[in-house]
């Protein structure tokens, strides 16, 4: 019986031990995740969250107070974080 209960107690340090290995290895996932989206440039964010819903109005359409108030409306409708509307935003005033 002794034995039993150190066993149950092996095991469930086994287990915790494997459960925390598995949220660090989220948590550095999630770091590599949040990180690659810091390298992407703002023409490439531009192309992946704007042409979702309509085609990507060209650069030269608005002027950089244009562009500044539609990301600001953009952002609200393609769900982008604050970092990839300014990151888009730029690229948009630079054309
Ligand atoms: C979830 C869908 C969706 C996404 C994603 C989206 N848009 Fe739009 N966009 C719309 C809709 C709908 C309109 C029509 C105007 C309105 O009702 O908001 C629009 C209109 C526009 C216009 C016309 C000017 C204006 O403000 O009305 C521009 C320019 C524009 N979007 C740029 C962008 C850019 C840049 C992005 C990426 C950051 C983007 N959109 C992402 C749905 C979207």
Redesign the pocket.
């Known amino acids: 019986m002794k034995n039993m209960k150190s066993t149950n107690i092996k095991k469930l340090s086994v287990l915790s031990i494997l459960g925390l290995g598995f949220i660090i290895a989220l948590t550095i996932t999630g770091c590599k995740a949040s990180q690659a989206v810091s390298n992407k440039s703002g023409a490439q964010?531009?192309a992946e969250?704007?042409?979702?819903?309509?085609n990507?109005?060209s650069p030269s359409?608005?002027s950089p107070d244009q562009?500044e108030?539609?990301?600001l409306?953009?952002?609200s409708?393609?769900?982008?974080t604050e970092e990839?509307?300014n990151k888009?935003?730029g690229f948009?005033k630079q054309q």
Do not use: A, K
């Not at 969250?49 to 309509?54: D, M, S, T, V």
């Not at 409708?77 to 982008?80: A, P, Q, T």
């Open positions: 964010l531009w969250n704007c042409q979702r819903c309509h990507t109005p359409t608005f562009w108030t539609v990301g409306h953009m952002q409708r393609s769900l982008i990839e509307r888009i935003v948009l």
